[in-house]
């Protein structure tokens, strides 16, 4: 492939400095006028590398943001306490039984879970943006760390489950925290909210279905190859039911009949709802005090205090206080062992904090720092295996349970922790006596509830078809095999349906509709008044002949014979450029007849040539081209690949139009390196010495603007003046003739106070920049101009 670069050759050392000098008279006219010039710097490397570059005031602010809570500690006050005090202690009362049984699914002793638990709530405090989130052991991450921890139990059982819980979260905890440092929490977009969703329902379903059975105390076969095996092997060994299926089903029924009835309550008797979500809230402390007592009543005379012997399974012996703190050990063996299910861990830690903790910011009107989001939960991984703790993230249900409690500030973490702390050193005896089947009811019951409901699927689908089905393959994917290949799954099918989209991007042709602004107010439509039309009429540029929703019966057609409106509509890059440019050119090429022949005989022409099938020359109606504008409101960047696209495209059509060269211009380009590279790359400069003309004329329209607030814009516009350069013109001499008799107003004696005002106007777009204009309807009056040029 040729180097587009060679083909600059043409070209002075800057095209830069070609395009300012140039401009040269026009900028002498401007300054007879009283208008102020300007010329586009030209962005540089350096430039560029010194604006990234922070500050003394931007480390401070960065090193500020990094403990957000010495900006409202402060105005802490008596009402923000209560608050806090009171979801604190709610949370706390929750986290202690959920933490428990998530250790449990971790494949962990019970101990572990109260270690994440006290961990999370704490170390949050110093590093949060949300006042809701709660950190701390969740099913999903349980789910997965027991997976990994029964995968070393196989390969190194020489390893203890702790200690690879641990190291896991030590290095997932470091790897957030690097993003979180360097603000790179945009990252977590990458994730599209279908493949959320799927990972949420898809792991929720498999946890319930893998609690089933110790629910009902069946054992003996394993319940982590898969939701569908663990329904059919729980269907199988239904017969094996044990004693614990009386304690398991009624607590699950227990829990959901709470709910209910304090949801009924809470509906007829409004007045009391606050009570009544405190009780519905407590009903998991409640319903393990409950069963645990019941479980101390059957274990009475339990022979030498030996959980064993108990007729049904219980927890049995719970360390008091920190058993386990120390220095987790970390080294190449133990990564090793669980470094392909790296990628899956840091996923799941970093969708499920942030999806909630934006969603609550929203609910509560405040908004959250995702970077600073990933330091938090990044530090308390890295900080909580020093205490014993596993991986922890964000919690749906305690986040949830937090907010509704009325919490005031993250300073609520702190008191969740302290009732965390007096759990593990004064409950370690009642905990003995806590049923297995009663956590694992616990368990289920609170998975079931973050299952994306039937109207969400529904809405999905009526919202965007092909999310609704990336959401149903991820579900059936992780359901049927596991939740790591789930997420790899979704996050890949998104991936590619984004990439898609982009490379079979197709570009719009428009076309201007003329249209004026109607003003229709409730008054006028009960009075029965006329519609009250404005005098401004407005240019709409719609897509030429496609079904894009606006009125059928409006004809949208090209501008002008052989002019062109070309729109890119998903950015231009090397994935898409090729097919932009080719649906364009083809269509231009049928479109448009050439200017000469290039062959006489049959035989000289180019095998792929068809235009020897076209009517003869003088019998070919069709116009010829006259100019191409390309609207870039959608690229941001351009790349070597879009800009040799741009390149051969030019030359395709150059040969079309030949012995003449169309003007290309350039509308709505937002980008500083973009207009530079385009310059670069010869557009907007002359191609030769018979378009140093051309180029002057394409300089004759330019936009204006008052600077800075020295003039009332409304007032500027409406000046006789002003009207007269901005009038449109019906060909170039009367656009010339409209601005040298503004020129001879503006200098007169009569229009001397307008002369004042037109001294504080300036160019909206720089001189260097000749092709680029700032809006469609500029390049258009520009083409048309250049269209009535070549006809004359």
């Given amino acids: 492939m040729p180097d587009w670069t060679s083909k600059l050759g043409k070209l002075p050392p800057s095209a830069n400095d070609v395009a300012i000098n140039d401009a040269a008279p026009i900028d002498e006219k401007l300054k007879e006028v009283g208008i102020e010039s300007y010329f586009e710097d030209e962005p540089t490397i ?82 949060a943006t949300s006042k809701d989130i709660t950190i701390g052991p969740v099913a999903v991450m349980s789910l997965l760390m027991g997976d990994i921890v029964l995968k070393a139990r196989d390969t190194h059982p020489e390893i203890p489950g702790h200690v690879i819980a641990s190291a896991v979260s030590v290095i997932v905890g470091a790897i957030i925290t690097f993003l979180g440092l360097f603000r790179l929490g945009w990252i977590v977009e990458l994730i599209s909210l279908s493949s959320v969703s799927a990972f949420v329902t898809g792991a929720a379903f498999t946890i319930a279905c893998g609690q089933v059975s110790t629910m009902m105390g069946i054992s003996g076969f394993s319940t982590r190859d898969g939701a569908y095996l663990s329904v059919i092997r729980t269907l199988r060994n239904l017969p094996d039911t044990s004693l614990d299926a009386a304690l398991g089903l009624t607590a699950l029924t227990m829990l959901y009949l709470i709910r209910s009835g304090f949801a009924w309550l809470a509906k007829h008797r409004p007045q009391r709802r606050k009570l009544w979500f405190f009780l519905t809230t407590l009903r998991t402390a409640f319903v393990i ?88 939960i990044g530090v308390t991984n890295v900080l909580g295996p020093f205490l014993g703790a596993y991986p922890a993230t964000g919690s749906f249900s305690r986040t949830a349970i937090k907010s509704k409690a009325g919490v005031r500030t993250p300073l609520a973490g702190v008191i969740s922790a302290i009732v965390v702390l007096l759990a593990i050193y004064a409950l370690p005896a009642v905990f003995f006596y806590i ?68 490379f079979n991007a197709r570009g719009e042709f428009l076309g201007p509709v003329h249209a004026s602004a109607v003003s229709i107010g409730k008054s006028t439509l009960e009075r029965g008044e006329p519609l009250e039309k404005n005098s401004s009429e407005l240019t709409l540029y719609l897509p030429v002949g496609d079904a894009n929703g606006s009125n059928p019966d409006i004809s949208v057609q090209h501008p002008a014979p052989g002019c062109y409106i070309y729109r890119f509509t998903e950015g231009f890059c090397y994935l898409n450029s090729s097919r932009y440019l080719e649906r364009m050119t083809d269509l231009i090429l049928k479109e448009t007849r050439p200017t000469t022949r290039t062959f006489i005989k049959k035989g000289d022409r180019q095998w792929n040539d068809t235009s020897a099938s076209l009517p003869h020359p003088e019998d070919d109606r069709r ?16 790349d070597v690949s879009s800009v040799q696209a741009l390149i051969d495209a030019r030359e395709q059509l150059d040969r079309h139009t030949a012995p003449e060269e169309i003007p290309w211009l350039f509308a709505n380009v937002n980008s500083r390196w973009t207009r530079k590279t385009l310059l670069e790359a010869g557009f907007g400069s002359p191609r030769s010495t018979s378009q140093n003309q051309e180029r002057r004329n394409l300089l004759d329209l330019l936009n204006i603007a008052r600077l800075g607030d020295s003039l009332d814009s409304g007032a500027w516009a409406s000046s006789p003046s002003t009207e007269k350069l901005s009038q449109h013109p019906n060909s170039l001499d009367d656009f010339n003739a409209q601005e040298m008799g503004a020129a001879n107003d503006l200098n007169s004696g009569e229009h001397s106070e307008e002369r004042k005002d037109m001294a504080t106007t300036g160019l909206v777009t720089g001189l260097n920049r000749p092709c680029i204009y700032p809006n469609l309807t500029s390049a258009m009056r520009v083409a048309m101009q250049s269209r009535e040029k070549r006809h004359r």
Avoid at 460 to 484: H, K, M, N, Q, Y
């Fill in 46 to 127: 350096s430039r560029y590398t010194r604006e990234q570059v922070p500050g003394r005031e931007e480390v401070i602010e960065y090193l500020k943001s990094l403990f957000p809570f010495i900006h409202w500690i402060g105005n802490y006050n008596l009402q923000w306490l209560m608050g806090d005090m009171v979801a604190g202690i709610t949370v706390g009362a929750v986290v202690v039984p959920q933490g428990m049984a998530y250790a449990q699914l971790a494949e962990l002793p019970v101990e572990y879970g109260l270690y994440t638990s006290f961990m999370g709530v704490l170390i949050y405090f110093f590093f």
């Fill in 435 to 502: 049923p297995n089947a009663a956590l694992s009811a616990v368990i289920i019951h609170a998975v079931l509830d973050v299952l994306t409901p039937p109207r969400t699927l529904y809405y999905f689908w009526r919202t965007s078809p092909l999310d609704a089905c990336i959401f149903i393959i991820g579900v059936f994917i992780i359901v049927f095999t596991s939740v790591e290949y789930g997420i790899y799954a979704t996050v890949c099918l998104s991936a590619a349906v984004y990439l898609f989209r982009i």
């Fill in 623 to 638: 116009p010829l081209l006259q100019a191409v504008v390309l609207d870039f409101s959608s690229v941001t960047h351009l």
């Fill in 289 to 376: 005090l409950l069963y645990t007592l019941i479980s101390w009543l059957m274990n009475l005379h339990l022979p030498n205090h030996d959980s064993a012997q108990s007729p049904i399974r219980i927890l049995g012996d719970v360390p008091r206080g920190f058993q386990h703190a120390g220095r987790p050990q970390v080294d190449g063996n133990i990564i090793s062992i669980f470094a392909g299910e790296l990628p899956a861990a840091v996923i799941v830690l970093l969708i499920e904090h942030i999806s909630i903790a934006k969603s609550f910011g929203r609910v509560n009107g405040y908004q959250i720092n995702p970077s600073q989001e990933l330091v938090a």
